[in-house]
């Protein structure tokens, strides 16, 4: 079935977000066994409710390239052993520019749009009630300050500074930027998106060609997830783990990759993403038969595809191996 584009909930907002904000999230076991493909419509009433107009959209993208400049760069392939500390084990790393990055962007953000909040992946790894501001009324800048840390770590220029905004639950900008690469994307609900300038198409994959798919990184997976995702490794598609999540999206935004396969919800890692994906043209869904939650409670793995038709068979496949 073919839904309109909600990050947030499907259907008519008035009869659905009770019910998709009481949904738990669904266990591996227990994905439905179809799903729903979400397209971009021409517009999106829900992003009325905050008035970009308001807001200098040039005035955040500086910020961006300025905490990196100020707080990343200088430390790429600079940094020392102190630097890097483990958060929940050997894979999961932050560095002192993560954390100093994210502090500068909160600062700079929270000033650009006065009533505003910021849920940062730091701010909610020392306090996770932060994790609440994305349910309530304000609107929310989602920051993750270096996606792809390993990647910084290793002296790899694979990582990301993201940034999305949202309101409401409903992602109305983002912009992944790759200082390393000097890649800046930007997306906009219902304005297109655009890398460095230039306007993104997904395009859709030659008809009969092996689809090139970046699913979750096995260091990062459960057993029963590594099982699901296994499904994909099958006749036609090419499964490889993924590096950075905001990269790997800009690739399915570029026409580069076909797909994402993610089997984790971290709103920091997806948000700005899955907006460049839509407004370039792309489809995402989740195994449940809803659109991607920023809030949380999904069931996974989702999907983040070139078209509608990539996106039916990854989740297909997914659903099929439960």
């Known amino acids: 079935m073919i839904e309109a584009l909600r990050t947030h909930v499907s259907g008519d907002t008035a009869n659905t977000t009770d019910t998709a904000m009481a949904a738990p999230s669904a266990p591996v076991g227990a994905m439905a066994p179809t799903a729903a493909v979400v397209i971009p419509p021409a517009g999106h009433a829900l992003a009325a409710a905050l008035d970009l107009s308001v807001l200098d959209l040039a005035a955040v993208e500086a910020a961006v390239r300025r905490a990196a400049a100020d707080e990343i760069m200088p430390r790429f392939r600079q940094l020392a052993a102190e630097d890097i500390v483990e958060k929940n084990g050997p894979h999961d790393l932050v560095t002192v520019a993560d954390r100093l990055a994210e502090e500068q962007l909160t ?96 395009g859709t994959p030659a008809p009969g060609a092996v689809l090139d798919v970046a699913i979750s990184h096995f260091d990062f997976t459960t057993d029963d997830q590594k099982r699901v995702l296994a499904a994909l490794d099958t006749d036609g598609i090419a499964p490889r783990p993924c590096g950075s999540a905001g990269l790997e999206y800009l690739y399915v935004a570029r026409g580069e990759i076909d797909a994402t396969a993610f089997s984790w919800e971290n709103s920091w890692d997806h948000a700005a993403g899955l907006l460049l994906v839509h407004e370039a043209g792309g489809a995402s869904g989740t195994v449940a038969g809803r659109p991607f939650r920023i809030e949380g409670g999904n069931a996974l793995p989702f999907t983040a595809a070139r078209d509608a038709e990539t996106a039916r068979r990854i989740l297909g496949l997914l659903a099929a191996a439960n």
Do not use: C, K
């Not at 700079?108 to 020392?126: N, Q």
């Not at 770590?153 to 000097?182: I, K, M, N, Q």
């Open 107 to 202: 600062a700079a953000l929270s000033a650009l749009l006065p009533g505003s909040r910021v849920v940062g992946e730091e701010a909610v790894h020392a306090d996770p009630t932060v994790l609440g501001a994305l349910s309530g009324d304000d609107p929310v800048w989602i920051v993750d300050p270096v996606d792809g840390t390993r990647q910084f770590v290793h002296g790899d220029p694979g990582f990301a500074t993201l940034v999305a905004l949202a309101h409401r639950g409903e992602v109305l900008a983002s912009w992944t930027y790759a200082p390393a690469l000097d890649l800046m994307a930007v997306a906009r609900r219902g304005a297109g998106a655009e890398l460095n300038g230039v306007p993104l198409h997904t």
